[in-house]
């Protein structure tokens, strides 16, 4: 019996601890194929073992952006990044990646930081902003104007305000409390509507990139008559906290604005000022009670807080505004997710325990406790998982495999968040167990006999032997034939390879030899 020593390319678990993390920066908008970064240079590793070790990248996010070039080791862009679409307002913008090697399995984290370049002009919500002010405003009344946006960062970002000249206005810059300045309109002298009933300025955004940009907006200034008091809130600012899993229609807060004029001027009307507008239909303000109402549901994983600007304006046309800071408290409301990276599949069963045969990372979009993972598998298997990094685990061999016990596991991958009450999500991970030669072919029975008449035609059949191999493929296929047997047996007899079936080679003559042995001998195909 032949024992050929298979040699399977198992990954035994020398998995390389590897806490060091690769960091490039890129500016955003590089072309499809920009070069990142020199992986090899920067793993230490050579260009054939990174090839031999198939080495390759996979992004953590929901789109691949990066490309790992094995024929010369450099990390390159596959596609184009929009950092203000892809990042939108956060001030870092990263994309988050690894690294997986085989032979032995190293997984290595990184990241590449996209820089903001200057692909953006300040920009105003309307060309023309109309502004009406009673004649009887005091000197020194301001006035908040609508801001621009730009969304860009940093000294690509809006960085100023500037108007231009005029005899009765100028322009305030307020640094607000959220970082964000506030451009405001300040009366410097009375006003007459009857010298001259509008006035027209041009207020201007600049940014500080290279080359500066800026956006403008026409404020076209109305001087109304009579009504010499403005609404005034209770409070300049309202701060309030929900749930998001707050009902639609469910009342907010209530602001309130008083009017000290008499009849029609002291009529206050409710509206949200220069409200964004992809929170058009996320609440709803009464004009007339000033009661703020949830419209849609919320979410927090994807705002964490809303600032709302309220308008109180009498019917006289003067107006003041008070600030609505809404944070939303997060509520378990995202079951974890699961994904798998097969790494040895099917598995040869002398594989040693310890080798590992699966990556799974797992995520959550809550926070907190309600975005804390753990990961399990059935018990009684022959597997179990090991933590690897954060949210990240291997699937390793637990225990000797025997494909003739068991050729085929389905592994039940649960994972589940620390929330209360507590998500989980499962998937199923199909492993077959490949075969090696561990199993010699066995005859069904130690000995066979037969009885055949003298003078018997030659070619037939005397009996038929059968033995069986508890491999697969090839290990298990047997052939036969004749290994001895008593003086002369062996030219009376011939054994059919695949078959085992005996035959007589020639007639027998029961006076010359009355009986004999034959010994047959059976291989498997490993």
């Given at each position: ?323 609505v800071h809404i944070d939303i408290i997060d509520v378990n409301d ?67 495999l025997d494909r003739e016990k068991v050729s085929t596991y389905n ?116």
């Amino acid at each position: 019996r032949r024992h050929p020593v298979l040699l399977w390319g198992v990954l035994i678990a020398a998995w390389e601890a590897a806490w060091g993390q690769l960091r490039y920066s890129v500016p955003e908008e590089m072309p499809k194929g920009s070069f990142v970064g020199d992986v090899a240079k920067d793993l230490g590793l050579q260009l054939p073992a990174l090839r031999d070790r198939d080495a390759h990248v996979f992004d953590t996010g929901r789109t691949q952006y990066l490309f790992l070039d094995l024929q010369n080791g450099r990390l390159t862009m596959m596609e184009q990044v929009d950092r203000e679409e892809t990042c939108a307002a956060v001030a870092k913008c990263v994309l988050n990646f690894e690294i997986l090697v085989k032979h032995p399995m190293n997984v290595y984290k990184g990241e590449v930081e996209i820089l903001d370049i200057n692909d953006n002009s300040p920009s105003f919500p309307e060309s023309i902003s109309v502004l009406e002010i009673i004649e009887y405003t005091a000197p020194g009344a301001r006035f908040p104007l609508k801001k621009a946006h730009d969304p860009d960062i940093g000294v690509n970002s809006l960085q100023n305000y500037e108007c231009s000249e005029s005899s009765y206005f100028t322009l305030y810059v307020k640094n607000g409390d959220d970082g964000v300045i506030y451009p405001e309109l300040v009366l410097e002298k009375s006003l007459d509507r009857e010298q001259q009933a509008v006035h027209n300025l041009i207020l201007t955004a600049t940014d500080s990139g290279n080359p500066v940009k800026s956006g403008s907006t026409t404020i076209q200034i109305i001087v109304l008559d009579g009504n010499d008091n403005a609404p005034e809130f209770a409070q300049s600012v309202y701060k309030v906290t929900v749930r998001e899993d707050v009902a639609v229609g469910s009342r907010v807060i209530q602001v309130t604005a008083t009017d000290r004029d008499e009849g029609i001027n002291a009529e206050v009307k409710y509206s949200f000022f220069q409200m964004p507008k992809k929170f058009d239909k996320t609440f709803k303000l009464d004009p007339d009670s000033g009661e703020i109402e949830i419209m849609e549901k919320l979410n927090f994983e994807e705002h964490e807080f809303y600032e709302l600007v309220v308008q109180a304006r009498d019917a006289g046309g003067l107006s003041s505004y008070s600030k609505v800071h809404i944070d939303i408290i997060d509520v378990n409301d995202n079951a974890p997710t699961l994904s798998l990276l097969p790494i040895l599949n099917p598995i040869p069963e002398d594989s040693v325990p310890s080798t590992v045969v699966a990556v799974i990372n797992a995520r959550d979009r809550d926070s907190g406790d309600n975005g804390e993972v753990s990961c399990n598998i059935d018990e009684n298997l022959p597997f179990r998982l090991e933590t690897s990094s954060e949210n990240t685990y291997k699937l390793i061999i637990a225990s000797a495999l025997d494909r003739e016990k068991v050729s085929t596991y389905n592994i039940t991958i649960t994972v589940r968040d620390r929330g209360s009450p507590a998500l989980s999500s499962r998937t199923e991970l199909v492993l077959e167990v490949s075969d090696v030669n561990d199993n010699a072919p066995v005859f069904e029975e130690a000995a066979y006999s037969a009885y055949v008449p003298e003078n018997n035609a030659a070619g037939a059949l005397v009996l038929r032997v059968q033995a069986r191999d508890a491999d697969a493929g090839a290990n298990g296929r047997v052939s036969y034939w004749l290994a001895g047997g008593s003086a002369g047996a062996a030219s009376l007899m011939s054994v059919e390879a695949r078959s085992g079936a005996v035959y007589a080679q020639s007639s027998l003559d029961y006076e010359q030899c009355r009986e004999f042995t034959v010994a047959v001998r059976a291989q498997d195909g490993g």
